[in-house]
């Protein structure tokens, strides 16, 4: 047998026995490119159909084209793109390939117009962690992340504003934050910000006398993401000022992508003219994962972090945590930090006590108590954490407080640096990444952190 007639029988089994989610958006399209030294060389997409088919759907790959072949065999994965006449882009999803013939049709408008250099402005940092490899693609999502990903492959050719929207803790700020990601590796300023950010920074540029710095700094932007622009809805003078800011990046045709809780439609109290603007883009709803959507992500989070996972234990996760994401994760770490912290094995009678005990008391937690624990942990005083010096052990010590206090409360970012002493978003926002990537290889800090989460939880119902 030839091996591209190996691999032409391989790729038929492959869309039979894999799921549909997973074959359309990793392997529709793949091609055969060589054989050499027992290895299948394939062809793909893009750098993220890579990375997902070498590392987390290579076995599966790999077993079907032994099968096929009739020994054991090695695939490597390469990003392929074919000649422009031998290729009409008829595999693509639809998003993607409506958008790939917008780009085509015409450059960009703010591509042809010179703007005046400027110095560089900062801009919220992303979490690497929120990209679109680490997406979990499933059926009642799978247009909405092929939605996002033609976006961020081809900015302001086709959606334009481009509106996520659904309930808490179902990846809107994932997807925003994946596209900003790609944006970025591209060489565009994306600017990605929650609504309270542009409010904020609003206000102090009123109060300053900026804001010709503050409209240069969002109206010259390549990309604009705005997370939770539920919240401007409301307030007069923030709705005015990103009205104007969504007309000139609109005129100049950038990109503008919109996280919402709810549909335009049902922000009652947003301005008739943002609202009309909001619907006149693509908008695309998040629904809560399904069960085996929830048992893909908790596969994914344990081979993140090392731990044995058995899949009893999974299911029985999977089941209690129906709602959303953001439980889901709340509740996986809560039973890996209790078999840690009681060196109990992962079993499904451990799962189940800690469900059955299960809480997450958000709102009982004040910012106040998180200052005293945090304060207490690290052997310092309240007033030091909150104060001006910047020795090592302080300024961990803030780091760490300001990650649980996003973590177990529900405050904003400006309210969190408030209460540290007044300290910018910006600088909670690089606080909480940073320990949250610190976490996947420092074992002594999660401890750490489990032990003061064991604390505030403490005594709450």
Same mark, same amino acid.
Request: hydrophobic share 40%; charged share 25%; aromatic share 8%.
């Given at each position: 047998?030839?091996?591209?007639? +190996?691999?032409?029988?391989?790729?038929?089994?492959?869309?039979?026995?894999?799921?549909?989610?997973?074959?359309?958006?990793?392997?529709?399209?793949?091609?055969?490119?060589?054989?050499?030294?027992?290895?299948?060389?394939?062809?793909? $997409?893009?750098?993220?159909?890579?990375?997902?088919?070498?590392?987390?759907?290579?076995?599966?790959?790999?077993?079907?084209?032994?099968?096929?072949?009739?020994?054991?065999?090695?695939?490597?994965?390469?990003?392929?793109?074919?000649?422009?006449? $031998?290729?009409?882009?008829?595999?693509?999803?639809?998003?993607?390939?409506?958008?790939?013939?917008?780009?085509?049709?015409?450059?960009?408008?703010?591509?042809?117009?010179?703007?005046?250099?400027?110095?560089?402005?900062?801009?919220?940092?992303?979490?690497?962690?929120?990209?679109?490899?680490?997406?979990?693609?499933?059926?009642?999502?799978?247009?909405?992340?092929? +939605?996002?990903?033609?976006?961020?492959?081809?900015?302001?050719?086709?959606?334009?504003?481009?509106?996520?929207?659904?309930?808490?803790?179902?990846?809107?700020?994932?997807?925003?934050?994946?596209?900003?990601?790609?944006?970025?590796?591209?060489?565009?300023?994306?600017?990605?910000?929650?609504?309270?950010?542009?409010?904020?920074?609003?206000?102090?540029?009123?109060?300053?006398?900026?804001?010709?710095?503050?409209?240069?700094?969002?109206?010259?932007?390549?990309?604009?993401?705005?997370?939770?622009?539920?919240?401007?809805?409301?307030?007069?003078?923030?709705?005015?000022?990103?009205?104007?800011?969504?007309?000139?990046?609109?005129?100049?045709?950038?990109?503008?992508?919109?996280?919402?809780?709810?549909?335009?439609?049902?922000?009652?109290?947003?301005?008739?003219?943002?609202?009309?603007?909001? $619907?006149?883009?693509?908008?695309?709803?998040?629904?809560?994962?399904?069960?085996?959507?929830?048992?893909?992500?908790?596969?994914?989070?344990?081979?993140?972090?090392?731990?044995?996972?058995?899949?009893?234990?999974?299911?029985?996760?999977?089941?209690?945590?129906?709602?959303?994401?953001?439980?889901?994760?709340?509740?996986?770490?809560?039973?890996?930090?209790?078999?840690?912290?009681?060196?109990?094995?992962?079993?499904?009678?451990?799962?189940?006590?800690?469900?059955?005990?299960?809480?997450?008391?958000?709102?009982?937690?004040?910012? +106040?108590?998180?200052?005293?624990?945090?304060?207490?942990?690290?052997?310092?005083?309240?007033?030091?954490?909150?104060?001006?010096?910047?020795?090592?052990?302080?300024?961990?010590?803030?780091?760490?407080?300001?990650?649980?206090?996003?973590?177990?409360?529900?405050?904003?970012?400006?309210?969190?640096?408030?209460?540290?002493?007044?300290?910018?978003?910006?600088?909670?926002?690089?606080?909480?990444?940073?320990?949250?990537?610190?976490?996947?290889?420092?074992?002594?800090?999660?401890?750490?952190?489990?032990?003061?989460?064991?604390?505030?939880?403490?005594?709450?119902?």
């Amino acid at each position: 047998m030839k091996p591209q007639d +190996a691999w032409n029988i391989a790729y038929s089994q492959l869309e039979i026995q894999l799921d549909r989610p997973s074959f359309e958006t990793w392997l529709r399209g793949a091609t055969f490119l060589g054989f050499e030294d027992d290895t299948f060389k394939i062809g793909v $997409a893009n750098p993220y159909a890579r990375e997902m088919l070498q590392h987390r759907l290579y076995r599966d790959v790999r077993r079907i084209m032994s099968d096929v072949w009739g020994a054991r065999v090695e695939l490597a994965f390469e990003v392929y793109k074919p000649p422009a006449a $031998a290729s009409d882009g008829e595999d693509l999803p639809l998003f993607r390939l409506l958008a790939r013939q917008a780009a085509a049709e015409s450059e960009p408008l703010h591509q042809k117009v010179a703007r005046p250099a400027r110095p560089d402005l900062p801009e919220s940092e992303l979490n690497p962690r929120l990209t679109f490899n680490r997406f979990v693609v499933n059926a009642a999502n799978r247009m909405t992340y092929e +939605a996002a990903l033609s976006v961020a492959e081809h900015p302001a050719s086709l959606y334009n504003p481009f509106l996520l929207y659904g309930g808490v803790g179902l990846g809107k700020t994932h997807l925003l934050q994946s596209v900003a990601h790609i944006c970025r590796e591209r060489g565009l300023r994306a600017v990605y910000i929650p609504s309270e950010v542009f409010t904020n920074d609003l206000v102090d540029a009123i109060r300053q006398k900026t804001t010709a710095m503050f409209r240069d700094k969002y109206r010259s932007a390549d990309v604009l993401l705005v997370d939770d622009i539920q919240f401007i809805a409301g307030k007069e003078s923030t709705q005015e000022e990103f009205f104007h800011t969504f007309n000139t990046l609109y005129t100049f045709n950038k990109q503008i992508v919109l996280a919402s809780d709810r549909h335009p439609s049902q922000l009652h109290t947003l301005e008739d003219r943002l609202r009309s603007r909001f $619907a006149g883009g693509l908008i695309m709803d998040l629904q809560p994962p399904e069960f085996e959507t929830r048992l893909a992500i908790l596969e994914m989070w344990a081979r993140e972090r090392g731990v044995n996972l058995p899949r009893m234990v999974a299911e029985t996760i999977a089941n209690r945590a129906r709602t959303n994401v953001r439980e889901l994760e709340g509740i996986f770490n809560q039973i890996v930090a209790t078999t840690q912290i009681s060196k109990r094995a992962l079993n499904v009678h451990v799962a189940q006590d800690v469900l059955d005990g299960y809480r997450r008391p958000r709102h009982h937690i004040t910012l +106040a108590r998180v200052l005293d624990v945090t304060a207490r942990y690290h052997g310092v005083s309240v007033a030091d954490l909150t104060g001006p010096r910047r020795t090592q052990k302080l300024t961990q010590a803030r780091q760490i407080g300001m990650y649980l206090a996003r973590e177990v409360t529900q405050a904003s970012l400006p309210q969190i640096g408030e209460a540290f002493g007044g300290r910018a978003h910006s600088t909670v926002l690089h606080s909480c990444n940073k320990i949250a990537e610190d976490l996947e290889s420092d074992d002594l800090l999660r401890r750490g952190l489990e032990a003061m989460q064991k604390e505030l939880f403490t005594g709450l119902d």
